[in-house]
């Protein structure tokens, strides 16, 4: 299925042109059912592609997972129903009660269900922290940003979709993904940088979407050090990233940028 469709609109201009009937191309949504050892633990509304790195990502970020391996199998079935097979070694009930203490449907907006208010997530912050003290130079933050908004071609195209990717100290995208999701385009760039080989501690993210709690929680367990968005942060984003040792970086558009927390990791050139 492909990301991006088109829908026939009519089409309001200007006041001496009549409306007109064209064509619109629109991002792509479905319902994706994931299965872990046999049992339907969610469903994500996500755009259909890259379902390898959403649900490696998913996994990681969620703490159901600790490192890629333990993923020993990942199957789609079709474009709405993956499974997963985890490493046998691992209690599944155990991870998932860790995780989120029920099945849910990930929804394109806050990710989270009405069942798990936000003081549950802070409680589960008291083992991570972030302790990377690498530095990461502001110039290569905001090349990210304008190369974010440069190169997420369905982004651009359509306005419907957010970007994210894991990049190179230097500003490389290195991992970008685009999904209907803020979440879910997170999950899918920590996917793609997990299933390379690569290292999070050497690497910050970059987001056009708002930095929540649960965003920057993401990006804690799998040790990330630095995210940053061109979208704004809330306080449960700069309460989760002061507790969890990660630098919150919001508005970064070009010279400019606001750090939130722990801008100690940020090099600022004269």
Same mark, same amino acid.
């Given at each position: 299925?492909?990301?991006?469709?088109?829908? *026939?609109?009519? =089409?309001?201009?200007?006041? +001496?042109?009549?409306?007109?009937?064209?064509? +619109?191309?629109?991002?792509?949504?479905?319902?994706?059912?994931?299965?872990?050892?046999?049992?339907?633990?969610?469903?994500?509304? %996500?755009?259909?592609?890259? #379902?390898?790195?959403? $649900?490696?990502?998913?996994?990681?970020?969620?703490?159901?997972?600790?490192?890629?391996?333990? &993923?020993? +199998?990942?199957?789609?079935?079709?474009?709405?129903?993956?499974?997963?097979?985890?490493?046998?070694?691992?209690?599944?009930?155990?991870?998932?009660?860790?995780?989120?203490?029920? #099945?849910?449907?990930?929804?394109?907006? %806050?990710?989270?269900?009405?069942?798990?208010? !936000?003081?549950? &997530?802070?409680?589960?912050?008291?083992?991570? @922290?972030?302790?990377?003290?690498?530095?990461?130079?502001?110039?290569?933050?905001?090349?990210?940003?304008?190369?974010?908004?440069?190169?997420?071609?369905?982004?651009?195209?359509?306005?419907?979709?957010?970007?994210?990717?894991? %990049?190179?100290?230097?500003?490389?995208?290195?991992?970008?993904?685009?999904?209907?999701?803020?979440?879910?385009?997170?999950?899918?760039?920590?996917?793609?940088?997990? /299933?390379?080989?690569?290292?999070?501690?050497?690497?910050? &993210?970059?987001?056009?979407?708002?930095?929540?709690?649960?965003?920057? &929680?993401?990006?804690? /367990?799998?040790?990330?050090?630095?995210?940053?968005?061109?979208?704004? #942060?809330?306080?449960?984003?700069?309460?989760?990233?002061? @507790?969890?040792? $990660?630098?919150?970086?919001? !508005?970064?558009?070009? *010279?400019?940028?606001?750090?939130?927390?722990?801008?100690? =990791?940020?090099?600022?050139?004269?």
């Amino acid at each position: 299925m492909s990301a991006i469709e088109t829908r *026939r609109v009519l =089409r309001l201009q200007s006041p +001496d042109r009549p409306p007109e009937f064209g064509d +619109d191309t629109v991002a792509a949504e479905s319902a994706v059912h994931i299965t872990i050892n046999g049992i339907h633990c969610l469903t994500i509304m %996500c755009t259909p592609e890259r #379902l390898h790195d959403l $649900v490696t990502g998913h996994l990681l970020s969620e703490g159901i997972i600790d490192r890629p391996d333990q &993923l020993t +199998d990942i199957r789609i079935l079709d474009k709405y129903k993956c499974e997963a097979t985890l490493a046998a070694e691992l209690d599944l009930q155990e991870r998932l009660g860790l995780a989120t203490p029920f #099945l849910r449907i990930v929804t394109t907006g %806050c990710g989270t269900g009405p069942s798990s208010p !936000f003081v549950k &997530l802070m409680d589960r912050l008291v083992p991570l @922290k972030v302790e990377g003290k690498m530095l990461f130079d502001a110039s290569a933050i905001q090349g990210a940003a304008s190369g974010l908004n440069r190169e997420a071609l369905i982004y651009r195209g359509t306005g419907g979709v957010h970007a994210a990717s894991i %990049c190179a100290r230097d500003g490389t995208l290195e991992h970008l993904a685009e999904d209907v999701g803020r979440h879910n385009a997170v999950d899918k760039a920590i996917g793609s940088c997990a /299933r390379a080989g690569c290292s999070f501690e050497e690497r910050f &993210l970059m987001s056009t979407g708002r930095l929540t709690g649960d965003m920057i &929680l993401k990006a804690a /367990r799998v040790k990330i050090p630095v995210v940053a968005s061109i979208s704004a #942060l809330i306080t449960s984003g700069i309460d989760v990233a002061k @507790k969890c040792g $990660v630098t919150a970086i919001g !508005f970064v558009r070009g *010279r400019r940028m606001n750090i939130y927390c722990h801008p100690e =990791r940020i090099r600022v050139s004269s």
